[in-house]
């Protein structure tokens, strides 16, 4: 066992006898017996604990209370004030201490070795009651993350602390959204976002930039080794940024551009008249096939062939249905245009297999890095490498300056999460949860659009039932339930009121609900929409929806 042990001048003296008793010590200091701040030894020993360079940690100053309360700053870190044997033991084994923390002018040496053998030799305890309080004692209801905020600034700790509510007791089905890990949220929120880095990494314009530069670095490897692409970047601010990179980098304004049109399922940034695409390029859109409510691949080839389009641009934000990149790829080729495909809804299906991945056929793949990917809010670009100088061009300094180093390293914590086994699971789990909520809404009589899913997302027909999207959207947020008003194709409402809902599953199966919980969660949906007037039905399901999500937290 490797043991890091710390003490200021109070602990000197002990910190040298444990030392010469126990031989797999590494001394972090103090060094001499001269007076010291003893927090200075204490984040080194907590660093070395956190991060796995120790299996234990050690403690010592004239109280312990000093060396405890610096240790147990560090997320990751119980560090524990033990005064006998008894407290050393439960501390490790009910609370899992991994930090013993000792008081020399309480302490005497043979009660200190029995301490630490006893606090090395315990197991923790896996019955649930510790597992459940020892959860509890590291997520602080998540509010440890931003508790300084309370007092600097209560009205914005008020709105994130709202949040967090919001999080705990809702279901979320929104599918373009998900919950990130304590990981990427760390990252996000880190000293990285001081830093000014136009260019690229070893070209930038600003010195300084080593840190970031590693970072990126980083983010950009391991995002070419997830999905097997030539090159990437990961600059852009968000999907639509990464989608006008593309269009930055290989056409010019006015040039035609094929794409699913926006009440089809396609996204605002593939071409709608409010949006840049639409102002920018002369957009033809494309749509599914009105009895299956899926793409036409010989429809869209003929379509193609007419139009001769410098840009082809598959992807889709309410879609539910796999997608044939090969026959895209094979279109492509025979109407001589680039393949844009924009996987932001499915990148994280992609990535764990759950989904053909659009990598090898495409000559530009652009994504978000949250939804299913559940990283932080941002953007990416992988493309062949014959278009890698263009796109570089495209994103800076064509299109953005000083990239969001903090976000990048937050991508990069995602890209390495992905590629952990369990990550495949999870990919697969978001479609078994979204079949098993999509069967259960089917089954109460409600018209699903194309007849079911395949991915991570379905679409609830509700003109059929005398509603508007908006109306059905409302009634469920009333009941704890957060999906949003969607088009369907062939849509004859307002997008402001549509006839459709949409609903996914990334977030609840980020929380770790299976199928049982998401076809109950199906059932709910389907009450509430069979009467959408009954308040007291809303806030029963409520209650018991609250109930249901306590049992699975959010990371």
Not at 13 to 37: Q, S, T, V
Not at 218 to 246: I, T, W, Y
Not at 405 to 423: G, T
Request: glycine content about 8%; aromatic content about 6%; charged content about 25%.
């Amino acid at each position: 066992m490797k043991i890091a042990i710390g003490a200021d001048h109070g602990g000197f003296e002990l910190k040298a006898r444990i030392m010469a008793a126990f031989k797999d010590c590494k001394d972090y200091g103090c060094f001499d017996p001269e007076a010291c701040d003893y927090p200075d030894y204490a984040d080194d020993v907590a660093m070395a604990v956190a991060k796995g360079d120790a299996d234990f940690g050690v403690l010592i100053c004239r109280t312990g209370i000093g060396m405890s309360m610096a240790a147990n700053r560090f997320q990751g870190i119980r560090a524990a004030l033990c005064r006998t044997v008894a407290e050393a033991e439960i501390a490790r084994r009910h609370n899992g201490a991994n930090i013993l923390c000792i008081g020399a002018d309480e302490t005497e040496d043979k009660v200190a070795y029995d301490m630490l053998n006893a606090f090395m030799s315990a197991q923790v305890d896996e019955a649930t009651r510790h597992v459940v309080r020892r959860g509890k004692l590291e997520r602080a209801k998540r509010l440890s993350d931003f508790s300084l905020l309370a007092k600097e600034d209560a009205e914005v700790w008020a709105a994130i602390k709202d949040q967090v509510e919001q999080e705990d007791t809702e279901i979320n089905l929104i599918a373009s959204e998900n919950t990130s890990s304590r990981a990427v949220r760390l990252a996000a929120g880190s000293v990285l976002m001081n830093k000014y880095a136009e260019g690229y990494p070893g070209k930038r314009w600003y010195s300084g930039c080593l840190p970031v530069d590693a970072a990126e670095e980083l983010a950009r490897k391991r995002a070419c080794e997830l999905f097997g692409a030539d090159h990437a970047n990961v600059q852009p601010h968000c999907g639509s940024a990464a989608n006008m990179a593309v269009y930055l980098a290989t056409i010019k304004p006015g040039d035609t551009i094929l794409s699913l049109s926006l009440d089809q399922g396609g996204h605002l940034s593939h071409g709608s008249p409010v949006n840049f695409s639409g102002k920018l390029y002369n957009i033809v859109p494309y749509t599914v096939n009105r009895e299956t409510e899926c793409l036409d691949y010989d429809a869209l080839e003929q379509q193609a062939m007419e139009v001769k389009p410098k840009i082809l641009l598959a992807g889709a934000s309410a879609y539910p249905r796999t997608i044939d990149f090969k026959r895209i790829r094979e279109i492509c080729d025979k109407c001589g245009a680039i393949m844009l495909v924009d996987m932001a809804h499915i990148a994280g299906l992609v990535a764990g297999g759950a989904h053909e991945s659009p990598v090898p056929y495409a000559d530009f793949v652009t994504s978000t890095t949250h939804k299913t990917l559940r990283g932080p809010r941002g953007g990416l670009v992988l493309c062949k490498e014959q278009y890698a100088k263009a796109l570089d061009s495209a994103v800076f300094p064509g299109m953005q300056g000083g990239p969001l180093e903090n976000i990048i390293a937050a991508k990069a914590i995602c890209f390495r999460e992905w590629m952990q086994p369990e990550m495949k699971e999870y990919a697969a789990q978001v479609v078994k949860n979204c079949k098993a909520m999509c069967k259960a809404v089917q089954d109460r009589g409600f018209r699903i659009v194309s007849g079911g899913t395949d991915n991570h997302l379905f679409l609830v027909d509700v003109k059929q039932k005398g509603m508007t999207g908006k109306d059905a959207a409302a009634a469920l947020d009333n009941a704890g339930i957060v999906v949003n008003k969607n088009t369907i194709p062939y849509d004859t409402e307002s997008p402001f009121k549509t006839s459709g809902i949409r609903v996914g599953t990334a977030s609840i199966t980020t929380r770790g609900v299976k199928e049982a919980e998401a076809a109950k969660i199906g059932g709910w949906i389907a009450d509430i929409l069979s009467d959408i007037t009954n308040v007291e039905l809303q806030q029963k399901i409520k209650a018991e929806a609250a109930k249901l999500v306590a049992g699975f937290p959010v990371p």
